[in-house]
């Protein structure tokens, strides 16, 4: 991420990782398995630094909840655009929500709470596609992520939930561009302006 003397936007953080993630995503599919390129320890130090600012800001609950909107908006968009149908999106999410809900078994998992969330954007556009859903469709989102975080800890559960998000939009934005980096670059360039 560029450095950003003024507060970073929320939608300019999430469309960062969507990109850096699909681009790690293409990367790792160019390597053979025995040659994967190494974890991106810049892009988690972008955002940590981005959730300090808004935590030194008093500002951490809002802009992360916009941030994770944004993860989840666009996640649900490149389902849909892969996926063909709502009742696709719908069955995609029922199948890797039981997954993740099966192999996320630690103390204080992210990926429930994601699924949760995303079912709630994936819901809010199946009823109102032609815009944002108000008030009812933040407190769908807003319950269940600001109940995931934890006095003293915000700024880490915050970024898990970030990470998990953009994980999994960027692996469907990397599987829909067929993992061209080229594809994935002029795609973001279009959403950035």
Known sequence: MPEITARPEPRTVAL???RQTALDEAARHAQRPDNQPAP???MHHDLTAA???WHA???LREDSLLLTEWLATELCAFLLHRLGTQTQVERWLRDFGDEVCRTQQHAHPAGPTAIEIL?????????RPEGPGGAEHVVRIATPYLHYLRADHEVEDAREVALTFALWAGSQLAA????DPDRITAC??????
């Open 119 to 127: 079912s709630a954007v994936t819901g809010n556009a199946a009823d």
């Open 188 to 193: 973001m360039d279009a959403r950035d302006s």
């Open 51 to 53: 959730l300090g600012d």
């Open 16 to 18: 960062f990782l969507i």
């Open 40 to 42: 991106n320890w810049e």
């Open 57 to 59: 800001r008093g500002t």
């Open 176 to 179: 829909l561009m067929h993992n």
